[in-house]
């Protein structure tokens, strides 16, 4: 399983960025997909959501309403757009891909990118 992040970068208050995340390895369209974030100093976080057709999605609350989750299954890629962005949105946003069975999961992470959304 591999999954490689992009389209991070500095942005101002009230801007937008779109993340991307490329998979491989693995059947894309059988599995859900998650975005992650990890700011200096707090735990990591879901951010979003998608079941593996697309057809639902969920959000954390901070973002709902601001953020979107969507794949396309032809590419094997997951994106995440981001408007209107906080200066708390800024943390290192990861990809992820869990993996399930028996009463354990397993999660695979991409390497991250750096989001900065500052004046």
């Known amino acids: 399983v591999q999954l490689v992040e992009s389209g991070g970068g500095l942005v101002q208050p009230g801007g937008s960025l779109r993340l991307s995340c490329a998979a491989s390895g693995f059947t894309f369209s059988n599995y859900y997909m998650s975005w992650y974030r990890q700011a200096p100093g707090k735990e990591r976080e879901l951010v979003a959501r998608?079941?593996?057709?697309?057809?639902?999605?969920n959000y954390a609350d901070s973002v709902k309403g601001r953020f979107t989750i969507s794949r396309d299954n032809a590419k094997n890629t997951v994106y995440l757009q981001m408007n209107s962005l906080k200066p708390e949105d800024t943390a290192v946003y990861y990809c992820?891909?869990?993996?399930?069975?028996?009463?354990?999961?397993?999660?695979?992470w991409g390497q991250g990118t750096q989001v900065t959304v500052s004046s």
């Open positions: 992820n891909t869990r993996r399930s069975g028996l009463g354990v999961h397993y999660d695979y």
């Open positions: 998608i079941t593996s057709a697309g057809g639902s999605t």
